[in-house]
């Protein structure tokens, strides 16, 4: 090997090495964002969790019960109407 192939596989390594070392900082930065990305992502989960258990937890009021039970007894009258109209309508009640 001449002294100049030795000169061109030197600077050729040392290019290499260079962009290889290029290469791995921007993985590292790219990574280091990725870990930040999942840290406030997982801290945002776990916000939304806390409200939903809290949500969960939570008794219903005096007023949510009576409009549940409101909601039943009119969605049973309609019904117990929609009957009546349609036995009426094909003459099974005179």
Known sequence: MTASEFDTLRSDLAGLR????????????DFGR?????????????????RLEAKIDAKPGAGTIYQAALGMFTGMFAVIIGTVIVLKTTGFIP
Do not use: P, W
């Open 18 to 29: 260079s962009d290889m070392e290029a290469r791995f900082s921007r993985l590292q930065t």
């Open 34 to 50: 990725l870990q930040t990305d999942v840290g406030h992502l997982q801290k945002d989960m776990d916000i939304r969790f806390v």
